[in-house]
């Protein structure tokens, strides 16, 4: 039997609820209040790396590969920045809506139904983005394995995710999903999330060398999502391939 990074039951999960990506009420409104500061960070970060001068389009000429893109929410304003953005998702639904909202948006996205492992594209990347993903997939090692292959040496990972502590138990299931209401109850779970220190180990056997490592959390007074230094819920990691 192959081995699959698909969870069928997480795809499911996210299909019922495609039609909801761009809403920024429905049920994705968590994920367009964090949207912000993940590209922020994301255009800062690679407009450092690689040297970027063009301030109109900063991203200009960077091949990008978005993967579990759902329906574009980061996909299209990485575009905008200059980016070529391909994006690819298990779910054929969510490819769907993403083509579907490029007809309002204008923008030239490669998207694609398919999952790392099944990716059928010879060409490298300068950037890959694993933005919370990875705790919604199965066989990690085998995802970041795949997921690396795309990436071309000297080029950017970003894996956006939940670290597992007792504190994100409470704040990111507990809080968001049964207590605020944030998101749908189910959406996470606790055992997929990843510490730092597993994520950096799994990842270094893929050639993949720990750049940055921050905390995102968010500000309860502003009512927005800022980095820290506070790394115990959310977290981005940023790795480079050698």
């Not at 909202?101 to 490669?110: C, E, F, V």
Request: include cysteine; charged fraction near 30%.
């Amino acid at each position: 039997m192959k081995a699959s990074t698909i969870n069928k039951l997480e795809i499911e999960k996210f299909t019922k609820i495609a039609e909801e990506w761009w809403d920024p009420n429905g049920k994705f409104k968590p994920l367009h209040r964090f949207n912000p500061i993940r590209i922020r960070y994301i255009k800062n970060s690679l407009i450092k790396h690689f040297e970027c001068q063009n301030k109109d389009r900063p991203l200009k000429n960077i091949n990008i590969l978005d993967i579990g893109c759902g329906g574009g929410l980061l996909s299209e304003p990485l575009s905008r920045l200059g980016a070529n953005m391909t994006g690819i998702d298990a779910s054929s639904r969510n490819i769907k809506i993403a083509k579907a909202h490029l007809k309002k948006s204008k923008l030239k996205i490669n998207y694609i139904n398919s999952s790392p492992e099944n990716l059928k594209i010879k060409k490298k990347f300068d950037v890959v983005l694993n933005m919370e993903i990875v705790e919604h997939v199965d066989n990690l090692d085998l995802f970041i394995k795949h997921t690396s292959f795309f990436l071309r040496k000297n080029g950017i990972m970003f894996i956006a995710t939940i670290n597992k502590t007792l504190k994100s138990y409470a704040f990111a299931i507990i809080g968001a999903e049964y207590i605020l209401k944030w998101l749908p109850i189910g959406t996470h779970d606790w055992e997929k999330f990843v510490t730092p220190k597993e994520l950096i180990f799994k990842s270094d056997k893929n050639c993949l060398k720990l750049k940055n490592l921050t905390g995102v959390n968010f500000d309860l007074i502003k009512r927005e999502w800022k980095t820290s230094k506070d790394e115990s819920v959310n977290y981005i990691a940023e790795f480079i391939k050698y």
